[in-house]
T-cell receptor, first 110, second 114 residues
Framework: RKEVEQDPGPFNVPEGATVAFNCTYSNSASQSFFWYRQDCRKEPKLLMSVYSSGNEDGRFTAQLNRASQYISLLIRDSKLSDSATYLC???????????FGTGTLLAVQP | SAVISQKPSRDICQRGTSLTIQCQVD?????MFWYRQQPGQSLTLIAT?????????ESGFVIDKFPISRPNLTFSTLTVSNMSPEDSSIYLC???????????FGPGTRLTVL
C-alpha cells in the first residue's frame, strides 16, 4: 500500500463548480498534513495545512479524519486559475520527512 | 517564507558526465532537503542535507551517485554523478519553515540526459 494515495484524476469541471479531492495515508503516527498545489513545470507551493478541526481559506476547505486516516480538499466556485495538480502531503511520523502523494490533476473548463 | 533560488534552472547533459545543482536560501535554515520529480510522477526525497555533517540518504539513493554538500545554513549543492538518461528529472531543493513542519521549494532544476 502506498504511504499516501490520491485519485490521479483528471477532474474536468466547469467554472463555478464545487470539486472535492480525497487522500488516504497509511502511517497512523503522522501528525502534519498539507495540501500543495503544483502548476505545470513549476515547483509545488503550499496551499494550506490541514488541522483536525478542519480549516477554511476562502474557497478552499480542508478536513482531516484521523480515525479513517483520510484527508480532503474542497474547492468551491472553481476558477480557471485553479487548474493545477493538487498534492496531498503527510509527514513521516517520527521524522521530519514529508511524503507526497502522486497528485490529483484538476482542469477547470470555461 | 524563505526565498529559494536554484542554479541552473535547466541543463542538457551527455551521459557519463556530472552536474552540480546549487540551492541558495535568503535566510538561515536548519533543514534543507533534495527531491527528485520524474516525468509524470510525484516528489521523491533523495536526502536531507545536514550542515556540517554527511547528508542522510533515503532508500535507493547513495552518496556516490548523489553527493551533497551543506557548508552553511543558507547553501547546499547536489551533484548528479555519472549521469544516464534515467536521471532525467526535475531536482528540487526545499527548506523547512523554522516554526512548523511544512516545506518551501526552490524553482527546480530541469535536467535532461542524452
Amino acid at each position: 500500500r502506498k504511504e499516501v494515495e490520491q485519485d490521479p484524476g483528471p477532474f474536468n469541471v466547469p467554472e463555478g463548480a464545487t470539486v472535492a479531492f480525497n487522500c488516504t495515508y497509511s502511517n497512523s503516527a503522522s501528525q502534519s498534513f498539507f495540501w500543495y498545489r503544483q502548476d505545470c513545470r513549476k515547483e509545488p507551493k503550499l496551499l494550506m495545512s490541514v488541522y483536525s478541526s478542519g480549516n477554511e481559506d476562502g474557497r478552499f476547505t480542508a478536513q482531516l479524519n484521523r480515525a479513517s486516516q483520510y484527508i480532503s480538499l474542497l474547492i468551491r466556485d472553481s476558477k480557471l486559475s485553479d487548474s493545477a495538480t493538487y498534492l496531498c502531503v503527510v509527514d513521516g511520523g517520527a521524522t521530519n520527512k514529508l511524503i507526497f502523494g502522486t497528485g490529483t490533476l484538476l482542469a477547470v473548463q470555461p | 517564507s524563505a526565498v529559494i533560488s536554484q542554479k541552473p534552472s535547466r541543463d542538457i547533459c551527455q551521459r557519463g558526465t556530472s552536474l552540480t545543482i546549487q540551492c541558495q536560501v535568503d535566510s538561515q535554515v536548519t533543514m534543507m532537503f533534495w527531491y527528485r520529480q520524474q516525468p509524470g510522477q510525484s516528489l521523491t526525497l533523495i536526502a536531507t542535507a545536514n550542515q556540517g555533517s554527511e547528508a542522510t540518504y533515503e532508500s535507493g539513493f547513495v552518496i556516490d551517485k548523489f553527493p551533497i554538500s551543506r557548508p552553511n545554513l543558507t547553501f547546499s549543492t547536489l551533484t548528479v554523478s555519472n549521469m544516464s538518461p534515467e536521471d532525467s528529472s526535475i531536482y528540487l531543493c526545499s527548506v523547512e519553515a523554522y516554526d512548523r513542519p511544512q516545506q518551501f521549494f526552490g524553482p527546480g532544476t530541469r535536467l535532461t540526459v542524452l
